[in-house]
């Protein structure tokens, strides 16, 4: 059985994998909100804690898991307390890779979301790198697989982008090779200050490519999405550019 959510994230908040999905994700958020900011915005999963943190310049007022059950929604919580078009901004991180329904999961998000808020979703990538090791997700997902949820949904995908693409020719050898052996392949573990940093700088380092195209490959995907009937595309903000191509090739390197 997979560890509880507020199990897997006491860990993280300084982690290189955890800092560096942060800062891809808020760089992407910058340039996708519609006025720059969110009056009212909803963080929960692995890691929200330490998101809800360098969110608060971008936002009013942030919800998120401190409020009793909501810790575990998406294992064994599908319902929110909130009425419906309730937030400008939902991120859910790693939650629909521990849902036993992810679709009724991202109906009750498009639920609370406004009509012209913005949703974020960060998941697991691959199902090739599922394990059944108790600390790994119960579900792992494709670009085409995660979008065809999002639009089953009534939700349209602005962005759908692989993300620790650098270090991802490092990591995947290691997690099939664990799953061969039936090892724990946790990343997550803690790992010397250094190494520790010179990770996270070559994750962090995909924000300034992933501003401009969709990576083909890494070890999660980070998805932007609005409801089908939101107009802020239409909106003349900066920060609301066409959806960049998908390239086909990527460098990869190792730290």
């Known amino acids: ?22 800062t891809v994700s ?5 340039r996708h909100l519609a006025s720059g900011e969110a009056r009212r915005a909803l963080v929960l999963g692995v890691g929200a804690e330490a998101l809800r943190e360098e969110l608060e310049p971008l936002c009013g007022e942030i919800c998120g898991p401190k409020e009793g059950s909501l810790q575990e929604f998406g294992s064994t919580l599908e319902t929110l307390p909130y009425e419906d078009e309730s937030f400008d901004l939902i ?11 992810d679709e009724a999961v991202v109906s009750e998000l498009r639920r609370v979301l406004s009509p012209e808020g913005l949703l974020l979703l960060a998941v697991p990538a691959h199902p090739w790198l599922y394990s059944d090791d108790e600390t790994g997700p119960r579900r792992r997902y494709t670009r085409r697989s995660l979008a065809k949820r999002l639009q089953e949904c009534g939700l349209k995908t602005e962005r759908n982008t ?17 799953r061969i052996v039936d090892a724990p392949a946790d990343q997550r573990l803690p790992m010397p200050k250094l190494a520790n940093e010179i990770c996270y700088q070559a994750f962090a380092a995909e924000r300034f490519l992933s501003r401009h195209v969709d990576l083909p490959l890494g070890q999660t995907l980070v998805a932007l999405a609005r409801r089908r009937e939101s107009t802020a595309w239409l909106i003349g903000e900066p920060s609301l550019r066409p959806t960049p191509p998908l390239i086909s090739t990527v460098q990869t390197a190792c730290c």
């Open 162 to 178: 692989y993300a620790n693409s650098l270090l991802f020719a490092l990591i995947a050898p290691a997690a099939l090779a664990a």
């Open 91 to 101: 991120c859910a991180l790693d939650v629909l890779g521990e849902a036993e329904d």
């Open 1 to 22: 059985m997979s560890k509880s959510p507020k199990e897997r994230s006491e860990p993280l908040h300084d982690h290189w994998w955890s800092r560096g999905r942060r």
């Open 26 to 30: 808020l760089d992407l958020l910058r």
